[in-house]
């Protein structure tokens, strides 16, 4: 294969996985949900855009209801969010995402069950080179990483922002203060849900098939590694780790060409992750990029005025 | 006569067989600041959950201006005008000390969905002005200095300290502290108080637990006296001094 379509590849999954590391982050870096279905909502947004397509629908509308879909899912997952602390409610969404993926694979008439099905590319240029078919997705994933990265830069950097991270650091406490926490976490679910289901039509239009197999549990592991690797609460930081994390497993995968291994390397890419997410966590809890502060137009006029004032008080 | 703020009537609260609160009637009367003081254990934090909706008392009837606010979630009492300091404060602590402050100033048009990503240019202006309040009250209890410090960083007094004025923040109607002055230098603490009173002669009215009764019973207007899960007595700190009761629930004595 022509190396640089490779590289170009690469350009794409970096794209398509970093809208799944910034919903993340919304959820889990900057609200504290610990959403251990991501891979739910991005095999929702993966098979709407499939059946929605094959039903004559343009791509943008494939999306865009894609999105919706798994938004509503997103909703019906925080009704239990309600009720359930951190760590139960990681258990519920991760049981409920693979109930779904079964569902998929056991019913044929859905999307070819367990065979999949295949799936139109969202902008078909009839007789183009390979070159121009992947310059125009990396157009399109990088259109959709830009309002996704927008959105969340603005909503976390303002008074709702302050908010997500006050229900993280302590949900009764910002309750006492007058946060109906239900509907944040509904509001953010939805949210981070809807950017995933994106991420997920995005993906099956690019491979240009859907299947089961595609949305393993260790989708949500990897998003989650790109989060915590990253820095969590932290929008560049979500894009950094899914940057990394894909040009790690890229490398897993030559490695395998290039040594002589007793085992796949491809397989070893699992463990190597294992290995970097202890390493992460243990010396680097807080994530290659630090959590940064809130910053709205009145707090930055302060910190800029800040060192003159310490400065007459010192 | 002032008008009722807010009236309990009966409420009685119990883990398993424990009566925590049981059968309290009060009659809080809007301004001043009003104490509850009571040995350990004797129910006063529970009292406070309960009117903050924290937990629903079992039997009873809590009102707050007359409407009665048992069941009702905490972020709806603190949308009737209740808030409160948490006895140990439950701070923020990863976030600034300002923005602990300014995550709690009531009436935030930046605080929803949609309001924060398409009405920038109103919430910022607004938050200008909530900036330059919170300022001002951390210029009070000596924590200007502070404000980008995260919170987790404050000494036990400055979190105290910053407890209460990020519940001024929220421009309470009712204010409900748990030992405000606890942890705190006696000079700073007295200053608190004498805050808190300037705020009561605008209208603020307080209800306050604490163990410091000198500094309590030198500002408050009214002292509830409670005693296994029970009111024992009632009145002016000039008066509750001379009532057994109070020496009994505190001190054990005859």
Known sequence: ???????????????????????????????????????????????????????GFPFYLCLIIGALIAAVFGFLISLPALRLRTDYLAIVILTSGEIIRLI????????????????????????????????????LVYVCLFICFTISRLLTNSPYGRVMRAIREDEVAAEALGKDRAKYKAQILMLGSAMAGLAGGLYVQYLHYVLPGMFLPIVTFTVWIMVLLGGPANCWGALLGAALVEVFDRGANLAKDLLTLPTDASNLQYILFGVLILLVLLYRPQGLLKESAVKTRATERVRSLGGAVRNKED | MAETLLRVENVCKHFGGIYAVDGVNMNIREGGIWGLVGPNGSGKSTLFNTILGLQHPNSGGIYFKGQRTNNMAPHQIYDLGVVNGFQIPRLFPSLTVLDNMLVAARGQQGDGFFNSLFLREKWQKQEELLTDEALDILELIELRKHIFSTAGELSGGQRKLLEIARALMAHPTLLLLDEPAAGINPVLGKKVFQKLQDLSCSGMTFFIVEHRLEILFEFASWIYVMDKGKTVAEGNPEDIVKEAAFYQAYLGKE
């Open chain 1, 1 to 55: 294969m022509d190396p640089s379509m490779y590289l170009l590849d690469l350009v794409v999954f970096i794209g398509i996985f970093g809208i799944m590391s910034l919903s993340l982050n919304l959820e889990f870096g900057f609200t504290g949900l610990a959403n251990f279905g991501k891979v739910v909502f991005f095999l929702i947004g993966a098979y709407s855009y499939a059946l929605l397509s094959q039903a």
């Open chain 1, 104 to 139: 998929v694979k056991t019913e044929d008439w859905i999307a070819g069950g367990d065979w999949g099905t295949s799936v139109a590319p969202a902008i078909a240029l009839p007789g183009a080179s390979a070159h121009a078919g992947i310059l125009v997705n990396i157009g």
